[in-house]
């Protein structure tokens, strides 16, 4: 009883009621910007999942394409053969340059996430 006579007296019961408010507001918008950022990220990740599948069509029947091309001249079997090392070349490039390709794509989500917090 006494110490809630002083806190009205000092009127420290607004203050802490604000500050209580203040605080609970604040958690509130945290868990609104958090389902924003969650929304948007998997939008994106549906998005960039769509693309790559057409992609990947793309890229299959274009083989497909060349491959038979290449067939015309030689065998079905040397033009398939051709594409598949050229995808074999391709694969090992990017094989052997992993270590770089990570470090720029981890630069690159900081460098978002930096922009992202200012």
């Known amino acids: 009883m006494i110490k809630e006579t002083i806190a ?3 009127r420290l019961d607004g203050i802490m009621s604000n500050l209580t408010g203040y605080i609970e507001a604040r ?3 945290m868990k609104v910007e958090i389902k924003e950022d969650v929304a948007k990220a998997l939008s994106k990740a ?9 992609f990947a069509l793309f890229i299959l029947f274009v083989s497909t394409a ?3 091309k290449i067939a015309e001249v030689t065998s079905p079997f040397i033009g398939f053969m051709i594409v598949a090392g ?3 070349i391709a694969g090992l490039v990017l094989w052997l340059s992993r ?3 990570k470090n720029k ?4 989500f900081n460098e978002n996430f930096k922009l992202k917090k200012k």
Do not use: P, W
Request: charged share 15%; aromatic share 22%; proline share 0%.
């Open 86 to 88: 050229f995808y074999l």
């Open 8 to 10: 009205k007296f000092l």
């Open 27 to 29: 958690i509130e918008l």
């Open 66 to 68: 060349v491959a038979y």
């Open 105 to 108: 794509m981890e630069n690159q």
């Open 99 to 101: 270590e770089g390709l």
């Open 46 to 54: 549906v998005v960039f999942a769509a693309l790559a599948f057409v």
